[in-house]
């Protein structure tokens, strides 16, 4: 196209250098109109745009207008839109994880988007505010009604109506991706505005309520009376260690990576000190610590609440509620998670696990509940839902009530071969939370969705590839060239999972094959 462009530009006597910057002009006067719009009437997305300007490409990312904004009262936003010669006809959602509260965070995965043409929107989720800082909802429930439900569907309606006004036509199609807080938003999308959005992915998809119990009490068991960490990184590390030694080869691998988790069973307490033994191994006390973990939270009965941690994941902050965990889970319960709010003298020692998860779902159930298996209607509208889960994720504790969800999803829309008609999960050995890992993390959510929908092709397998390093850029597309890769592995839709055939290059995903939940 650029080229047809020059090329008519030189029979009439207009330099390349000329043609080019008569196209950014015009590309500048249409970016700098969409402010004298008026967007105030958009049904059910009051909105209003704050500000406009063109940004100059930059490597693979094309120039484009970016377009900041808010959605009354408060759900701000950035649409970027690429020239009327890039754009490729769609129009993408990328949602913020943890609490949002920030337009940037998003910034890699639209910058994905736009290398591929799509016209990109993120929004703050209905507040401002740093990823983990729950201050913002201290009695508030409008903002909690956004945070849960309301903004990313606002934006939606605000973001593809200034598309259709910039490039005079609406979008062709539509996709809504996110991780962990933006994975429940995308579940949200699904469950609740199934006709937004052609195609969905939901990464890491995270339940609140379920995730605040969780973390709160991995939190608990592994800090002693004064709040300090049983566990050193050291500690942690001959932890994981044991798990793997333990788990390693049910995919026929010995490789570091446990390819199936959730069918092993591991007792930390062949790990214990042994008379005389000061390193290497773990004290009684943190044998007894992990086994909590491990089990997942329970009353004071022994009465199970939530699934717990999963195996692969011990050197999370998540596991042990360090870092962001013991913070961000506490915000949730001062702030979010019960109403009225308790505020900030509430402690984590105050929490009563026999009755205060039931009074936390008034609220969950209202405002931010994203576990809902009716996906009925989606199925209806003939949208695709794709949900991506690392297996050592510790941060939700999400491999074991990302399956519980598609199980019931099955229940619900008629069995398995019905169900995959528009939803798929995809389970990934050695994936942490929304980036990193010592598996092969790294997918193409993007290109997988957009065949499913565009070409009907589903996805009965899905390449991964071992990225280094943790840019999470790295973590949403595949290199370019596989062979770049450490290794690559096959993703299979669940309850399928990989197995090494027992010959071939062990780094090349055509040595594996699919297997059942049963095979061993």
Sequence with gaps: MKAAIIAVAGCFGITPVLAQTAASQAQITACDALRKVDFGSIQDAATQITATRMVAAAGEVPAHCRVEGYVAPNVGFIL????????????????????????EVMAPWCDDALRRGYACITQNTGHWGATYDAVWAYNNLQAEFDYGIRAANVATLAGKAITEQFYSAAPRYSYFMGCSGGGKQALVQAQRYPWNYDGIVAVEPSNPTITGVVQLWN????????????FSPADLQVLHDGAVRKCDGRDGLEDGVIGDPLGCRFDPAVLACKAGQTSGCLSGIQVEAARKVYGGPVTSTGRSLYFPTSL??????????????????????????????????????????DVDWKRSYMMDAVLVASDNPDLR???????KLMIIQGLEDS???????????????EKILGGRAETQKSVRVFMIPGRSHCRGGVGAAAVDMLGNIEAWVEQGRAPDMIIGAHAEGNDVADFIRLPKDLSS????????????????KGKGDPNDYRSFEAVGPDSK
């Design 80 to 103: 970027r839109l690429p020239g009327k010669s890039d754009w490729n006809g769609k129009f993408s959602h990328m949602a913020p994880g943890g609490y949002g509260g920030s337009l």
């Design 219 to 230: 939190a608990l068991a592994t800090h002693d009376a004064e709040g300090k960490p049983l």
């Design 312 to 353: 692969g994941g011990e050197k999370g902050s998540y596991f042990t509620g360090g870092e962001t965990g013991i913070n961000y889970k506490t915000q949730y319960w001062q702030y979010m998670g019960f109403t009225p709010d308790p505020g900030p003298n509430w402690k984590p020692t105050d929490f009563n696990f």
């Design 377 to 383: 209607k989606l199925r209806a509208e003939g949208h």
């Design 395 to 409: 941060g939700l504790p999400g491999p074991r009530v990302t399956t519980d969800y598609y199980e019931m999803v």
């Design 485 to 500: 890769a450490k290794f690559t592995r096959p993703h299979y839709p669940y309850p399928l999972r990989a197995r090494y």
